[in-house]
């Protein structure tokens, strides 16, 4: 449990420092970030370690919230976005189907623009519509 904890404070102190990096670099105040909502996880460290799902996706789940843990310190509002959901979600604050535009997008910005890229795209278009609730995860 101790190794757990000293891993899950690196976490948090990686986060501080990297966003503080990001907030320095960035050109334009930045307000929110959007994070992939996290799968439920047992209550306990005991009950994640006995668990085969709950280990392989402990340590996303916990590096996702150490990042919302610090942007929230920071003042910016976090998105938790469904990744099955995301581009619907996009679509509907656009008002009209997100595809064209990711794809003008990625013309625009030129190679390598890959799946990942128009995934994040869509999220932060969909946070720019509505508030997602922070995940109770744990």
């Not at 799968?39 to 085969?52: F, G, M, Q, V």
């Not at 942007?71 to 189907?97: I, K, N, P, Q, T």
Request: with cysteine; hydrophobic share 50%.
């Amino acid at each position: 449990m101790a190794l757990v904890e000293r891993v899950r404070a690196s976490a948090a102190r990686g986060a501080r420092e990297s966003l503080e990096a990001l907030a320095a670099a960035v050109p334009v105040p930045i307000a929110s970030i959007a994070i992939r909502a996290c799968p439920a996880l047992p209550p306990t460290i005991e009950e994640r370690i006995a668990d085969n799902r709950a280990q392989t996706v402990a340590d996303s789940v916990m590096y996702r919230e150490a990042i919302a843990t610090a942007a929230e310190a920071r003042g910016w509002f976090v998105h938790w976005y469904d990744r099955e959901r995301v581009f619907r979600d996009a679509a509907a604050v656009l008002g009209r189907d997100v595809d064209a535009l990711l794809y003008a997008m990625g013309r625009a910005i030129g190679p390598p623009w890959q799946a990942k890229h128009k995934l994040a795209a869509a999220a932060a278009l969909a946070a720019t519509g509505r508030a997602a609730p922070r995940p109770t995860a744990g």
